[in-house]
């Protein structure tokens, strides 16, 4: 089984809507992370999580919510999805000071 | 925030032939990594080197933190080692280049 996994994989909304990605791991890590790719680009990071009572904006955190559910769970929500939100996103963990581990990536589609 | 810059922006490679990729950033760092993005999307880490050398199969990859500068070695590359190729540095948080496109022709 992956150690971090990602829900859905694909999703396809319109705009205005409501959409949660969803993250898990299994690595037992404090640190989750959840980064946004555009095509041609690296990932930048929109909200970082230190621990389950610690939550931080990353540098594109605008259009954007967390939940840190428990240690292993961190979902990231659009409140209302806009057509400049269409790209791949990837959750990560990490211990500290520690290689970050990715999920598979969930490709979002706004229409 | 620390700015990653990665050399050259792409890179295109006949089989079996080496290559170097560059990493230069900003600041000091406390972490370092390569990762490669495969054609479906997917990253996998290569390397965690805040500094010195590693060798993994037919990849290394030397980090000199006081001078700021990371490369990624390919030797004798083969058509699976296409994708692109990010580095990132860790203050408390992963900065990314925008990464090394790297084709390798059959």
């Known amino acids: 089984d992956a150690d971090v996994t990602q829900t859905p994989r694909n999703r396809i909304t319109k705009t205005g809507k409501r959409i949660m990605l969803e993250c898990s791991q299994t690595k037992g890590h404090d640190r989750m992370y959840w980064y946004r790719q555009d095509p041609g680009l690296g990932l930048r990071l929109i909200y970082y999580s230190f621990d389950v009572k610690d939550i931080n904006k990353g540098e594109i955190s605008d259009g954007y919510s967390v939940s840190r559910q428990a240690q292993a769970k961190f979902s990231l929500s659009l409140e209302s999805a806009i057509p400049n939100q269409t790209a791949l996103y990837f959750c990560?963990?990490?211990?500290?000071?520690?290689?970050?581990?990715f999920g598979p990536g969930t490709r979002l589609l706004v229409l | 925030g620390i700015q990653v810059e990665q050399s050259p922006p792409d890179l295109i490679l006949q089989e079996g032939a080496n290559s170097t990729l560059r990493c230069n950033f900003s600041?000091?760092?406390?972490?370092l990594q390569w990762f490669h993005q495969n054609p479906w999307g997917q990253l996998i880490n290569l390397f965690y080197?805040?500094?010195g050398t590693k060798q993994n199969g037919r990849l290394s990859a030397t980090t000199v933190a006081t001078e700021r500068y990371s490369l990624l070695y390919i030797s004798s590359s083969q058509t699976t080692d296409s994708g692109v190729y990010f580095c990132a540095v860790d203050d408390y948080k992963l900065s990314f280049g925008a990464g090394t496109t790297v084709t390798v022709r059959a």
């Open positions: 600041d000091s760092v406390n972490n």
């Open positions: 080197i805040p500094s």
């Open positions: 990560a963990t990490s211990g500290t000071q520690e290689t970050q581990y």
